[in-house]
Structure formats: C-alpha cells, structure tokens
Nanobody
Framework: QVHLVESGGGLVQPGGSLTLACESS????????MDWYRQSPGKQREVVAT???????DYIDPVRGRFTASRDNAKKSIYLQMNALKPEDTAVYYCHSNFEDLWGQGTQVTVSS
C-alpha cells in the first residue's frame, strides 16, 4: 500500500521558519506533479504550492515569496520551506500526489507568539 507521510510541523513565532517534508513509498513518485495543501479550522482545504515532476513550482499569492517548494526524486520526497510565517499560515498542511490522487495524514503548523 502506498503512503505519503508528512513531517516537520510545529509551533513557531511570527516571522519564524519551518520546513515540511513529505516522503512517498510509491515506485511512481517521479510521475506527475505534487501539491501542498493546507486547511484551517472552519475553512476549505486550499492548495498552497504545486511542484511538477521537473521541479517547476507555482504558489498562491499569500505565500509567494515566502514559501519554497522543492523535490528530491531520489529520496521520493517533496519539501516546503516556509519563511516569514504569519498567524494566518496556521493550518494542517497536507501533501498530495496528483498521479495517484493520494493524501498524506497532515502535519500541524501553528504560528503564534
């Protein structure tokens, strides 16, 4: 059974940084794009960043310039470097494989002083 496992969440002060990781167990990891999503209480899950199989990235406006997505196909992993974090970035963050339509379990990010 294929899994996506996120890690790296936690509590950080405003202006701080975190790096999330998502590791896949799939032999098809290098196929297709992958996304980072987030969901805050009472809000719909929203895509935050997309990274293509070739490493091309795209971001929603609220995080552009602060977040950087990357991938390491040899490690079957994608990453989300988050800088200059704001309280409104607080959410559960999920990775998603578009090729397999597979979700990870999520990791909590809390930005608070």
């Amino acid at each position: 059974q294929v899994h996506l496992v996120e890690s790296g969440g936690g509590l950080v002060q405003p202006g701080g940084s975190l790096t999330l990781a998502c590791e896949s167990s799939s032999d098809n990891f290098g196929i297709g794009s992958m996304d980072w999503y987030r969901q805050s209480p009472g809000k719909q899950r929203e895509v935050v960043a997309t990274i293509s199989s070739a490493g091309k990235t795209d971001y929603i406006d609220p995080v552009r310039g602060r977040f950087t997505a990357s991938r390491d196909n040899a490690k079957k992993s994608i990453y989300l470097q988050m800088n200059a974090l704001k309280p409104e970035d607080t959410a559960v963050y999920y990775c998603h494989s578009n090729f397999e339509d597979l979700w990870g379990q999520g990791t909590q990010v809390t930005v608070s002083s």
